[in-house]
């Protein structure tokens, strides 16, 4: 969204509207309370809230030392106050289990709208973007492959734990939701969100939800998954090359993470201070193109 010469994510403004209409519901409903002399009991603080309480003050810390103060900023209000506005209202507001099932509800509606929205854009060939092997990647309504599948992988664990609790027609929605996700997730070709993210939550979900009983099913997983990945990879140029750490991105994520480690011995307490990073980290990838072209 564009304000004069200023832009916005859509998403910073409807969270700082909701936080906003948070602040003046919460401060008349405080008003009430006095004026009816009700005592409210203090909300006491979790472990949560400590270590939310503990990041902000760290991003707030990270800008003193920073060189880059614009930069720093924006870091600071999109990484850290941002969020921790989120967590607030959410504290503070899903109080009960139907509550937090509402908002879980609308979660899974809005990943399922935007996998069908993007399968549906695949069979009409729009929102394709063709990787450098050939294959067709869905981007959906996101600008990349990898950013619809981050998305759906943070969907596809709350639908199979709905799957597995929900009962009657919710469960069969439930399914739906998981099966068009699923199958969005796997046209986006993203090989970390398939073969790393979803799994990752689909474990901690099963995990939470079963404990120990869940582990032989995990682990049976896991051999399916690593069979399957050893399939695409013999027929699929792109999961063929997950593995090549020689050349394309994995060469540059290599770098970068070689890099973050020489940042880390030079400067092991501050770090290179907020919003630093992307202006002083294209440095060394700049160098490690020229050397993939020497």
Known sequence: MALYTFSFPMVEIVLLMTFAAWAVQSAANEARRRKSGTVRRPMALSGLDVLVIAYVAL?????????????????????FLEPAAFYLVARTTLRSRSDL??????FLAAGTVAAAIGVGQYVTGAAIITAEDGSRRLAGVYGSPNNLALFLGRVIPF???????FGGRWRWIAAASLAVTILAAVLTQSVGGLFIGIPAGVTVTALALYGRRA????????????????????QSDRFGRALDFTQGTNFYRIRVMQSAVNVIADHPLIGLGAGSVLVRLPRPVHLSRRVAGA
């Open 59 to 79: 991003g707030i810390t990270a800008v003193a030392w920073s060189a880059l103060k614009g930069p720093a900023i924006t870091e600071l209000r999109t990484l």
């Open 101 to 106: 099932l509402i908002v879980i509800c609308a």
């Open 159 to 165: 639908a199979a734990a709905a799957v597995l609790t």
């Open 215 to 234: 582990v032989p099913w995990l682990i049976g997983a896991a051999v399916v998954a690593i069979v399957v990945f050893a399939v695409l990879a013999g």
